[in-house]
């Protein structure tokens, strides 16, 4: 199960921290993930990071957004810096584990200019 939190209403310029909380034992196993998904748009891989603390981001977050995990807490993190308009978007914390993958709810971001 993945739960996330923190995502509010935001002025542009802001900065955010999105929680996703996952349970399960082989968690530090996990390749974690964030994605979002803007209205009428496509779900899109935002950031992940494996097990071992490669890291990927989308070109449009470079520079602003950080990913992390905790293992010991069973979490992973996306700091959002210098927010944009454009970043508004639901975000879905993700995991994946031997080829399946799991979802969490969702949390909204807005981002107003």
């Known amino acids: 199960q993945l739960v996330e939190s923190g995502g509010k209403l935001m002025q542009a310029g802001g900065s955010l921290r999105l929680s996703c909380a996952v349970s399960g034992r082989t968690y530090s196993r996990y390749v974690m993930g964030w994605f979002h998904q803007a209205p009428g748009k496509e779900r899109e891989l935002v950031a992940d990071i494996t097990r071992g603390g490669t890291i990927y981001y989308v070109d449009s977050v470079k520079g602003r957004f950080t990913i992390s995990r905790d293992n010991a807490k069973n979490t992973v993190y996306l700091q959002m810096n210098s927010l944009k308009p454009e970043d508004t978007a639901v975000y879905y914390c993700?995991?994946?584990?031997?080829?399946?993958?799991?979802w969490g709810q969702g949390t909204q971001v807005t981002v107003s200019s």
């Open positions: 993700n995991a994946l584990f031997l080829g399946q993958n799991y």
